[in-house]
């Protein structure tokens, strides 16, 4: 599995995930909504940690910063 997600991507899902989840367990957000948003939000904090995003794949997309061969 190799990474395509940069940095900033992956802190931009992280800050959504907990925003996301404070809306939760404040009850802001409820019902099918709300599991929904839950859900996405454990999706993005698992795809931060692993730096991995399966639908980045699926449309050729990485986030990733190039790595220069010459250095």
Known sequence: ????MGTTDR????LIAVVIAILYFTNIITGTLGI???VLAVIFVLTS???FCPLYTLVGLSTCPVKNKDA
């Open 1 to 4: 599995m190799k990474n395509n």
């Open 11 to 14: 802190i931009i899902r992280t």
């Open 36 to 38: 929904v948003l839950l």
């Open 49 to 51: 940690l692993v730096s």
